[in-house]
Structures are given as C-alpha cells and as structure tokens.
C-alpha cells in the first residue's frame, strides 16, 4: 500500500452511545490528515457520525447506498459524494475500488458480512489492503476468538491471522496505515493473545 488516501469504515448503522464519539472522533481525525472517508451512505447510527464528522472537520466522504436503503438507512446527501447502486453487491464492490485501507468499527451482521468478505478476498489474494479492526472496550473479542478457534481447529492457516490488524482504539488507526505503508500490516491476530 501507498500512502492512504482513502479509508472504508464498515460500521453499525445502529449505535451504542459509548461507540459515537469513536465513529465521530475517527471521521475528524481523516478529516485532518486529508483522507476520503468512504461509508456504507447512511446518515444513522455510526455510520452517519463518521461521516457527519469528517464533513464537519472539512473532510471528503465517499459514500454507497443501494437503492432499497435509501429509506432505511436515511441516505447522507449533504455528503462530498453519493452513489446510488442496484444492490448489496455493488456497493460492497464499488467501496472496495475506492478505498486504500478497512477500518471496522463496532456493528451488527451487515458489518460482520462486509469485514468478512473483505478478509476472504485478502486470503485468497485478491487485494492486500490493510483491515483494521478496531476493538473498542473488547467489543470484537468474540470474533477474534472465534477466528482463532477456527486456526485451532485446522480450517485457517496460521499466516491467515495475519489478514486483520487488531487496534484497541481510532487513534491507533493512522500509525497502522502508515506502518502497512511503509512494511506491511502491524500487529495482527497471530500476535495477540
């Protein structure tokens, strides 16, 4: 990876009151470092406090919304640029060719399915763009363990812990990007306990 100039934040379109200032603080924090946020296109939950954020600060959002969430999701039009698109597909498809890195903070299923399919396309090589999960107050500690369970158990192989840089906070997510730039991805699954 280059240098990031763009960073997709897969996250709730709900929010937990103790999540918010992390998604709004991670938006101001790309803001200042000149970085296009690129988001799922909803106003609510953490999603909208990202992008609501980085807009505030002065920043670039990129947001992809699908048609039949426009509603749902509240569409962001007050954002640098929306697209909307046909299907999940898509938008998954047209977030991945815009962003340089992942960040992954807190969220339900949708969240889930988009880390995990983004991950998959790293394992099988289709992309090596750093994924950041940020584990906020051990919110991810269920899916790390299941994770390495899973390489316990023989069904990843070891070097595939390596696909997901575990952070323990937003502030911790452009030291890693500049790390992955520099060298590759930092501390990872297979280095944490």
């Given amino acids: 990876m280059t240098s990031l100039t763009s960073l997709c934040v897969f996250c709730g379109s709900r929010a ?3 999540h918010q ?12 470092r000149g970085v296009e946020i690129v988001f799922g296109g909803g106003r609510v939950g953490l999603m909208g406090a990202v992008a609501e954020a980085a807009m505030a600060a002065g920043g670039r959002v990129f947001g992809v919304i699908p048609e039949f969430l426009k509603r749902r999701e509240v569409e962001f039009g007050e954002i640098t640029e929306l697209v909307v698109v046909d299907s999940m597909h898509s938008r998954k498809r047209i ?3 815009r962003a340089d890195a992942f960040c992954v903070l807190p969220g339900g299923l949708g969240t889930l399915d988009e880390t995990i399919e983004i991950v998959t396309w790293r394992q099988l090589g289709l992309h ?3 994924v950041f ?3 906020i107050d051990g919110f991810w500690d269920p899916f790390v363990a299941l994770i390495r369970h899973q390489a316990d158990a023989g069904y990843l192989h070891a070097e595939h812990l390596a696909q997901i840089t575990v952070l323990d906070n937003v502030d911790e997510v452009f030291a890693a990007a500049d790390a992955a730039a520099a060298s590759g991805p930092g501390s990872d699954l297979s280095e944490r306990a």
């Fill in 133 to 135: 999960l940020i584990n």
């Fill in 95 to 97: 977030m991945f060719d």
């Fill in 128 to 130: 090596d763009k750093p």
């Fill in 16 to 18: 937990h009151e103790a």
């Fill in 21 to 32: 200032e992390s998604a709004r603080r991670l938006g101001r924090l790309a803001a200042e």
